[in-house]
Every structure is written in structure tokens, then in C-alpha cells.
């Protein structure tokens, strides 16, 4: 995803989202790094910073206009319904 700030719509809390680089910081207190991002395929790997219980999460994300869609990867499937859409303000 470029760099950018992004309200957020998510089946969970969250309503922002800043993006600089290879770190996303969400509602300006969850801090991840970018492992692996294919722009090809939209798969992105991110991982937490900072916090005791490290997690790895995979998503797609598939652009629509200034929107972003986050899908869940769960062993090799990707969800169809969106989790999460980032929205480029």
C-alpha cells in the first residue's frame, strides 16, 4: 500500500491506519512491519512490533479506486468477504 493515512472500516476496532514505508501503525498504538509484500498478487505478511505476544498475519488486498480491501489467508484460501477496508484520505 503507498504511504498514507487511511480511515479504516473493519470488522474489528480499528479506524485508522498510517502507512510510512515498511511500517503500518494502526489507531496509533499497533505497530507492524512489512515481511513481505507482491504487488502482483496484493498478498501481504505483516508482523507485530513491540509487544510481548509476537503475531504474524497474511492478507490480500485488492485495490478499488482509493480503496483497499484486506482479506484474510488462512492455510493457502483467501476469505471472500473482506475484513477490513482502507480508505486513502
Request: aromatic share 8%; charged share 20%; proline share 1%.
Given at each position: 500500500?503507498?504511504?498514507?493515512?487511511?480511515?479504516?472500516?473493519?470488522?474489528?476496532?480499528?479506524?485508522?491506519?498510517?502507512?510510512?514505508?515498511?511500517?503500518?501503525?494502526?489507531?496509533?498504538?499497533?505497530?507492524?512491519?512489512?515481511?513481505?509484500?507482491?504487488?502482483?498478487?496484493?498478498?501481504?505478511?505483516?508482523?507485530?512490533?513491540?509487544?510481548?505476544?509476537k503475531s504474524t498475519?497474511?492478507?490480500?488486498?485488492?485495490?478499488?479506486?482509493?480503496?483497499?480491501k484486506w482479506h484474510?489467508?488462512a492455510k493457502g484460501?483467501?476469505?471472500?468477504?473482506?475484513?477490513?477496508?482502507?480508505?486513502?484520505?
Amino acid at each position: 500500500m503507498p504511504d498514507g493515512e487511511y480511515s479504516v472500516n473493519a470488522a474489528w476496532n480499528w479506524k485508522h491506519l498510517s502507512v510510512k514505508g515498511n511500517k503500518f501503525t494502526l489507531d496509533s498504538a499497533r505497530n507492524y512491519e512489512v515481511l513481505s509484500q507482491n504487488t502482483e498478487n496484493g498478498i501481504i505478511v505483516i508482523n507485530t512490533i513491540g509487544s510481548k505476544n509476537k503475531s504474524t498475519q497474511i492478507y490480500k488486498i485488492i485495490k478499488t479506486g482509493n480503496q483497499y480491501k484486506w482479506h484474510v489467508v488462512a492455510k493457502g484460501i483467501t476469505a471472500d468477504k473482506a475484513v477490513a477496508t482502507a480508505t486513502k484520505k
